[in-house]
């Protein structure tokens, strides 16, 4: 593991918390690094909306995005047995996982998954969602590995309970659907950001983040202004994807 790597998303998700508190960023930031930092070829996270039903919030691609939407459909998998018992739930094999998760394991395999650790979000006796980090080969993460992906679910726990105090907010409800309506705007906005360039959703999405941040707005707000067309990303082409970013803009690995 790359312990500068590691120091420097804690201090990045600090700097967030001071900055200002954009959610959704906040939270893609978080399935991104666990990418980078841990054994994992992808993450995504979901939170409990005001009924206590999961939603996707934030995925590291589309593929995982996909993925965590097939496990609240089917209502099954690991993301909602961490949640439901507030505990971690791993699986080393989903190619032996069909009895456990008769629907779920196939269709993680037909996305190129063959291995998952959801990790709880919690904070005492509440839970607030989950993140899952998926591996394209079999075998379990190490403990050192899972010990510092249970770290990053808990920042995002500590922060998100943070902004509902610093908001005076008496529940976290309404916080948490301000992150579940801001992801339905993003969605948008990213789908025809991608139809307008011809690129695909998830070159789209760095395009609208990497605009949010240059341009020091909320990533929700800026996808508001683009479908309501307050906003047309003058500029934006597919050669500025995360792919065509320069050396010193580029995400280490």
Known sequence: MDGELLS???????????????????????????????????AGLLLADPRGELRVVAASSEAARLLELFQLQNDQG?????????????????????????????AARQAGFAAVQALPMRLREQVIGALNL???????LAPAEIRVGQALADVATISLLHERSMR???????????????????????????ERLGVDTDQAFSLLRD?????????????????????TLSGLNASETRAGLPADRQPRQ
């Open 211 to 231: 605009r949010a941040r240059t341009s020091n707005r909320r990533l929700s707000d800026l996808a508001r202004a683009f479908v309501d067309g307050t906003e």
């Open 8 to 42: 420097e998303t804690f201090v990045e998700l600090t700097d967030t918390l001071v900055a200002g508190f954009d959610v959704i960023d906040f939270l893609h930031v978080l399935t991104d690094r666990s990418v980078q930092l841990l054994d994992v070829s992808a």
């Open 134 to 140: 998926f591996r394209a080969g079999p075998g379990a």
């Open 78 to 106: 690991p993301c909602l047995d961490c949640f439901r018992s507030g505990r971690p739930v791993a699986c080393a094999d989903l190619a032996a996982a069909a009895t456990r998760w008769p629907r779920f394991a196939p």
């Open 168 to 194: 005076h907010s008496d529940t976290v409800n309404e916080q948490l659907q301000t992150a579940l309506n801001s992801r339905v705007i993003i969605e948008q906005a990213k789908g025809k950001l991608a």
